[in-house]
Structures are given as structure tokens and as C-alpha cells.
T-cell receptor
């Protein structure tokens, strides 16, 4: 069964540094998402992306965050200047439609640790 | 705004016994409801969904969930629990459909299920 893959599995970065998290969504999916889960807390929506545009973003997704689909397969999340509170598990997800009938499929996540 | 509540942080059940993991929701329109399971160091794995139709939906690994509109609930159930079912379970909701798609999921806080021999 096709899967969403994320790299790296664990990223350690100094505060203030830029970090890029990478995701390869399922190949025939058209809608892409980033979520994060701070340790011990619930999964929170960050951003959704369709047709090379952001379709929705949360209050968390401020100017320090950006997303990009640089080629036909990758979907990246960039944090420009990391803060300690950015430490979390970041999940990428994709779905074949955005209308709600199909579930979002999640990757195994990237654990981001900011020192 | 849409929201989900999972009132129990942890549910303990003996193997072979039925299990229930509770979820209630709040949305402005018709709800799209999902259950996901998370094993240690893994992503969220889809179990089942309710979009429309029968109130009892069946999903993966013998799990099912009952949609109750009057009680705004979507409890996850399994007739006979297995030790391997031990994991973190998340209920999620999506309501309005944005034009252009990409509708976010709103998750509950999760319920840790522990199945013991």
C-alpha cells in the first residue's frame, strides 16, 4: 500500500537556524497538509496546500513558516528562524480529494528538536 | 469553530473484553468524523470514517464506531480487544468544505488504550 514518507525522522537544530522538513506524498494525491504534535499534546493543523497554493492555514503558521512543492513529488515545510517552542513532531499528510470523502494519510513524522 | 472532545486520557480493558473509546464533537454543519490510531514512534493510521449513511461504520482491525447525531458522539468500539490494540487513539472532525479543498482535521487530545492479558 502506498505511503507518505518523511525525512529526516529526527532533526536537531540550534535555535535561530533554518530547517526544512521533507515529505513525499502518495503519488496520485492532490491535497497536502502539515500538522504538528508537541510532546504530550494533541495534533494541530498547520497548513493545507492544493494546486500550488496554500488553501488554509492556522494561527500557528506565521511568517516564519513556508511550504513549497518544488517538484512533482516533494512537499516541504520550512521554518525560517527556529524557536525553542517549535520543538515538536511534524506530520505530513495527503489526500486524493479535499472535499471530505477521503481520509488523509499521514507519514511517520519528523521529530524536530530545537536546542 | 469545530472541536472534538475525548473525555478519557486512558482506557484499560482486559483482552477479550469489549472496548469503547469515547468522542464527542461540535461543528457548525454536517460532520465528517474520523478515527485514527497512533503506535509509538509512528504516524497516524486511518481506522474508519463517517461521512453519511448508516450510523454504525466498520473499519480496520475489527473496529467500528457509532455516530449519534442527537448526542453529537462518535464512540469507537470493538467487540473483543487484543493486546496488540494498545495504542493512542485520536478522534477527528472536519466540517465545512472550502472551495479549493484542503480541509483541515481537528483532533481530540487522544485516548491511550491499554489492553492487558
Amino acid at each position: 500500500e502506498p505511503e507518505v514518507t518523511q525525512t529526516p525522522s529526527h532533526q536537531v537544530t540550534q535555535m535561530g537556524q533554518e530547517v526544512i522538513l521533507r515529505c513525499v506524498p502518495i503519488s496520485n494525491h492532490l491535497y497536502f497538509y502539515w500538522y504538528r504534535q508537541i510532546l504530550g499534546q494533541k495534533v494541530e493543523f498547520l497548513v493545507s496546500f492544493y494546486n500550488n497554493e496554500i488553501s488554509e492555514k492556522s494561527e500557528i503558521f506565521d511568517d516564519q513558516f513556508s511550504v513549497e512543492r518544488p517538484d512533482g513529488s516533494n512537499f516541504t515545510l520550512k521554518i525560517r528562524s527556529t524557536k525553542l517552542e517549535d520543538s515538536a513532531m511534524y506530520f505530513c499528510a495527503s489526500s486524493p480529494d479535499g472535499g471530505g470523502n477521503q481520509p488523509q494519510h499521514f507519514g511517520d513524522g519528523t521529530r524536530l528538536s530545537i536546542l | 469553530a469545530q472541536s472534538v472532545a475525548q473525555p478519557e486520557d486512558q482506557v484499560n480493558v482486559a483482552e477479550g473484553n469489549p472496548l469503547t473509546v469515547k468522542c464527542t464533537y461540535s461543528v457548525s454543519g454536517n460532520p465528517y468524523l474520523f478515527w485514527y490510531v497512533q503506535y509509538p514512534n509512528r504516524g497516524l493510521q486511518f481506522l474508519l470514517k463517517y461521512i453519511t449513511g448508516d450510523n454504525l461504520v466498520k473499519g480496520s482491525y475489527g473496529f467500528e464506531a457509532e455516530f449519534n447525531k442527537s448526542q453529537t458522539s462518535f464512540h469507537l468500539k470493538k467487540p473483543s480487544a487484543l493486546v496488540s490494540d494498545s495504542a493512542l487513539y485520536f478522534c477527528a472532525v472536519r466540517d465545512k468544505v472550502l472551495t479549493g479543498g484542503g480541509n483541515k482535521l481537528t483532533f481530540g487530545t487522544g485516548t491511550q488504550l491499554k489492553v492487558e492479558l
